[in-house]
């Protein structure tokens, strides 16, 4: 999912909040949905669909306020339904509050059994909600909003990054190891006087297009409070060790975003360039499954010295094939999605990069197209080692028994998608390439290593 939040009184933090979710639309295209806060009321718009389909000028003009929270969402935990749009409001004796989520908590069943003894009247199935009756409870039990807040997360184990619009001010917070990114930005100021402005946003990009500057991350297992006399910054988990998922980097995050001071575009080069040396083959052209696989296959040209092309063309009006939530949908999507260029194609020796094979349907269905545009011989490069373990956090990578590399050598893999030849990049490959400290990172789907336990019901749920 994609989250945002805006505090900039005197702005029309609503269209703000529109442009922000629009360069998140990557990271959720199921529903979105804006709240703004103006004097106590609270505005609210969600539906299912694109940013661009659920917004019009008329809606956003009556989502009036000095504050917004927004959110683009792919469902991990409640079904893909309007009812689990976010931002999740809930009323609390202070006032509402609206909340946007990315991640997926492990503890939701414990947390709503708790929270329904306490009688709380669940709209949905969401782990979102639950954090927001959580914080609702506290609120009600005396507490101000930080210390609420704070009590709130305590309960919750798993991934969260969320953005939280109060009546009196913004709330962000990353889980101790901050497996989902968070990042604050600033609105240029009109007058040294006024009160800096704040935006919170799941990426850089979401910063870039409302021209706010980056300020930095939200710190695993801390709490910014953004009101009218600033940010406040506080820290709610005693014990925090970094665990940024390395799916972000590889896939999920787009690559104009920036991480540890570099976009992602520079560290998708540098695994195309790695994979490279550690699969080298000869060819006559290599070509990307766009657009994921792009810049890791012009960094495998530049290590290999054979020739970038383009060989597969995008329809840019289909969204990501993964994302959508039914096997049907995805067939259908990838059909619509890419077509060959024969006369790039024909005759050619052929490497394809990708940055990731799931389910493994893609790669066939490519595979299949490049050997009928004429390609000789087909060879796979992936960008990321091969997905062995469904993710828990946030990530809907599917139950293990749908992943291909889960029960299958990497030789039969390679039989079944029908490549002549098929390499993945190393664990370590990908990890160094970071040039960050290597435990920094969870790379659990590759490894089946989870840094926060999952309980057992929920590990019998999508593990073999
Ligand atoms: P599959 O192997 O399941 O057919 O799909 C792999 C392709 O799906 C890759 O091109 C990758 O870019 C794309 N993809 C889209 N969304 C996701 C996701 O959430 N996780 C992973 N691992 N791959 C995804
Ligand atoms: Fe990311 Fe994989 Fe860890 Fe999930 S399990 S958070 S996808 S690295
Ligand atoms: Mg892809």
């Known amino acids: 999912c994609g989250v945002f939040g805006v505090y900039a009184p005197g702005e029309q933090v609503a269209n703000l909040a ?20 103006e004097d106590g009321t609270v505005h609210l718009h969600k539906e299912m669909g694109l940013v661009s389909q659920v917004f019009n000028e008329t809606i956003l003009s009556e989502l009036t306020g000095n504050l917004a929270i927004g959110h683009t969402r792919y469902s991990t935990t409640g079904s893909s339904r309007a009812v689990n749009a976010q931002p999740a409001v809930v009323p609390t004796r202070l006032g509402k509050i609206a909340l946007a989520h990315n991640g997926n908590l492990v503890n939701t069943q414990t947390l709503r059994e708790e929270l329904l003894e306490q009688n709380h009247n669940f709209l949905t199935t969401t782990d979102s909600e639950a954090i927001a009756w959580a914080i609702a409870e506290a609120v009600n039990a005396g507490s101000p909003w930080v210390e609420a807040a ?19 001010g913004m709330i962000g917070t990353r889980d101790p190891n901050g497996i989902r990114p968070l990042v604050i930005g600033t609105l240029p100021q009109e007058s040294p006087d006024d009160a800096p402005r704040y935006v919170l946003a799941s990426e850089t990009c979401g910063l870039d297009i409302i021209g706010a500057d980056y300020l930095r991350e939200v710190a695993p297992g801390e709490l910014v409070w953004i009101t009218d006399a600033g940010l406040a910054s506080s820290r709610w988990a005693e014990q925090s060790q970094r665990k940024l998922c390395i799916f972000e980097m590889i896939y999920f995050a787009r690559p104009d975003s920036v991480v540890h001071d570099e976009s992602l575009y520079s560290y998708r080069l540098r695994i195309g360039r790695q994979l490279a040396i550690e699969s080298a083959i000869d060819a006559d052209i290599v070509i990307a499954v766009p657009d994921s696989g792009v810049p890791a296959a012009i960094g495998f040209s530049q290590a290999s010295g054979i020739p970038y092309a383009e060989g597969l063309i995008k329809n840019r009006y289909v969204g990501r094939t993964f994302i959508q939530p039914t096997q049907i949908m995805r067939d259908a999507g990838i059909k619509m999605k890419l077509n060959p260029l024969k006369d790039v194609l024909a005759g050619k020796r052929v490497v394809i990069v990708d940055d990731s094979i799931v389910r493994g349907t893609t790669s066939r269905k490519i595979v299949k197209a490049l050997r009928d545009a004429g390609a000789i011989e087909v060879h796979m490069r992936i960008s990321s080692p091969p997905v062995t373990h469904p993710c828990f956090y946030g990530i ?32 370590e490959g990908m990890l160094t390439a970071t040039r960050e400290d290597t ?3 969870c790379s659990a789907c590759f490894t089946g290593d989870y840094p926060i336990a999952v309980p057992a019901p929920l590990k019998r749920s999508k593990l073999m």
């Open 396 to 427: 809907d990578t599917d139950s293990q028994d749908h992943l291909i590399a889960a029960t299958k050598p990497v030789a039969e893999i390679a039989q079944q998608i029908g490549v002549d030849s098929l390499q993945y990049l190393s664990l």
């Open 439 to 441: 435990n920094e990172f």
């Open 150 to 168: 704070t009590h709130a997360f305590k309960r919750c184990q798993g991934a969260f990054s969320l953005v939280i619009g109060t009546p009196d």
């Open 18 to 37: 529109y442009f922000g979710l629009y360069a998140l639309q990557h990271r959720g295209q199921e529903s979105a949905g804006i709240a703004t806060f």
